[in-house]
């Protein structure tokens, strides 16, 4: 086997990618979390360049809500207001520590997985996972770990005259700090998990540490903000290229620049050669 | 092919782009004359969103397009393909622009506003790809890649820079920006301006390294996975 088929071969680590926000666009969420320049001074004889933030990407601050939903853009702005009103002051400004987050490799929660927690007045109960923040390690559990919360919008139906009903909501579980685990298969015990390529070496599959067995993937852990099953996905009519054409190989190697190719398609036949230039 | 695959966005099928010829002189007067029965046709439809999507704050999952098209899927591409896959993608970012631009009018919320962000990293991608193509062509015909060139120059402060060069139809002698170079050795006064400079920048990182100590003790919960990244500014 060369080494070339071996590099091939080689199992990815897809397991990294799984997540809720798995194809949204990078940019798209710097965008709504603010983290973005509001200026860059460049331009400076050689010194590096100084940048103004709109909000540094260590003070972004991910909650129980996704980015770019509208409880969470309110609090984003609210910060950024805060800072440049700071900034304008003169006022100490302590910036955020960055992100502790656990690298994707050893993330082994997934949406739909059963899991013990550890702490509080559900020690010891098990339940399944319904909701991910891999950005600050937090998991809910559905139904467990629950606290009587007053939303927003009750209060201000308060201020109306409207009574208000406390409800119940998950609060999160820090996965670095152990407050919750995942469920052994075997013995229905805690257990730490971890990836490890299978037999055939093709795939890599969710172990656990303490008897070996295979923790299978739930079918909801492949759920994005695009769809909810993968399997069932539909290309959406006149916006996705269908599996066959996106894979289709239309490139055939040959020794013309783009630009070639495409005057020779459009029939532009260029006989006049370029005067020599200078680059300085 | 992995099940899992998704499939690139905001693209009409490549297949029924081949079908539509170029336009030859005859059909363009055709245009001309049946320019309503087009429109009837629905192609200024083209230039706007589908109508089930006006005034939803969020497209139902049904209708959220894919992902964007990547380097590697590209690259299957031959340039006949990425000329059309290219202002399959212009059209969508006009259309996308331009409904944005009604929902500030109208003062609501634009649907989705992702779907801009991934028609720009489809057009990214697909640069890079015409690029590489261009690059490893040059390199093997001319022995360096068709980048704009760049060089080492001193600042009169004493800063080493990369600088990226500009054409020109004189030769460098002719011009002030020509005799631009790096200097082994720097005067007085960029020498002084230097040692200033990584003094200031020391003290910097000393304050930035004590401040992250002092709050890392605070709270010692922290677990670190990697190496803490110090910020200068």
């Known amino acids: ?280 | 092919m992995h099940k899992l695959h998704r499939f690139a966005r905001c693209c009409r099928q490549l297949s029924a782009m081949r079908r539509v010829p170029l336009l030859s002189t005859n059909e363009a007067c055709s245009l001309h004359t049946s320019a309503v029965m087009q429109v009837s046709k629905g192609r200024i439809d083209e230039f706007f969103d589908s109508a089930d999507s006006f005034g939803k704050n969020e497209l139902p999952v049904k209708d959220r397009p894919g992902r964007s098209w990547s380097v590697a899927e590209l690259r299957l591409k031959s340039s006949s393909d990425l000329h059309k896959l290219w202002y399959v993608l212009l059209k969508e970012r006009n259309m996308l622009l331009t409904m944005e631009q009604a929902y500030k009018d109208a003062i609501r919320v634009f649907p989705n506003p992702e779907r801009l962000d991934r028609v720009k990293d489809s057009m990214d991608n697909l640069e890079a790809v015409v690029r590489e193509r261009n690059n490893a062509l040059m390199e093997l015909e001319y022995g360096e890649s068709g980048a704009t060139p760049t060089k080492t120059v001193t600042s009169f402060m004493g800063f080493k820079y990369e600088k990226e060069l500009q054409e020109h139809i004189e030769p460098p002698h002719m011009h002030a920006v020509g005799k631009e170079y790096e200097t082994p050795y720097l005067d007085d006064d960029a020498h002084m301006m230097q040692k200033l400079w990584e003094e200031k920048e020391w003290w910097k990182r000393r304050n930035m390294a004590e401040e992250l100590g002092r709050r890392t003790r605070k709270d010692r919960s922290k677990i670190v996975y990697s190496e803490r990244q110090l910020r200068s500014d």
């Open chain 1, 1 to 280: 086997m060369t080494t070339l088929t071996k590099v091939l071969l080689r199992a990815s680590n897809k397991y990294t990618e799984l997540g809720y926000n798995r194809h949204m666009p990078k940019s798209y969420v710097e965008r709504v979390t603010q983290a973005v320049p509001r200026r860059v001074y460049d331009n400076r004889f050689g010194a590096p360049a100084i940048t103004r933030w709109r909000l540094h990407p260590d003070d972004v601050e991910h909650g129980e809500f996704r980015p770019w939903e509208q409880k969470a853009v309110n609090n984003t702005l609210t910060k950024v207001r805060d800072y440049h009103k700071h900034k304008l002051m003169q006022k100490y400004h302590q910036r955020g520590l960055p992100q502790q987050r656990i690298p994707d490799e050893l993330w082994t929660m997934l949406k739909g997985d059963l899991v013990q927690v550890m702490i509080g007045k559900d020690k010891g109960k098990k339940g399944k996972i319904a909701y991910i923040v891999k950005e600050r390690n937090w998991v809910f559990v559905e139904g467990l770990h629950m606290k009587r919360t007053i939303s927003d919008d009750l209060e201000r139906m308060k201020k109306m005259g409207v009574q208000q009903f406390p409800s119940l909501r998950e609060q999160p579980l820090d996965v670095a700090k152990g407050e919750v685990m995942l469920v052994d298969p075997k013995d229905e015990q805690p257990c730490e998990a971890e990836w490890v390529l299978n037999e055939d070496q093709s795939d890599y599959i969710r172990v656990s540490k303490e008897s070996g067995v295979e923790i299978p993937i739930p079918s909801i852990a492949f759920q994005t903000y695009e769809y909810n099953d993968p399997k069932t996905y539909r290309e959406v009519e006149l916006k996705d290229t269908s599996v066959e054409l996106t894979l289709e190989r239309t490139y055939k190697p040959s020794l013309s620049t783009f630009e070639e190719d495409i005057s020779k398609e459009q029939g532009i036949d260029e006989r006049r050669t370029l005067k020599p230039t200078y680059w300085y």
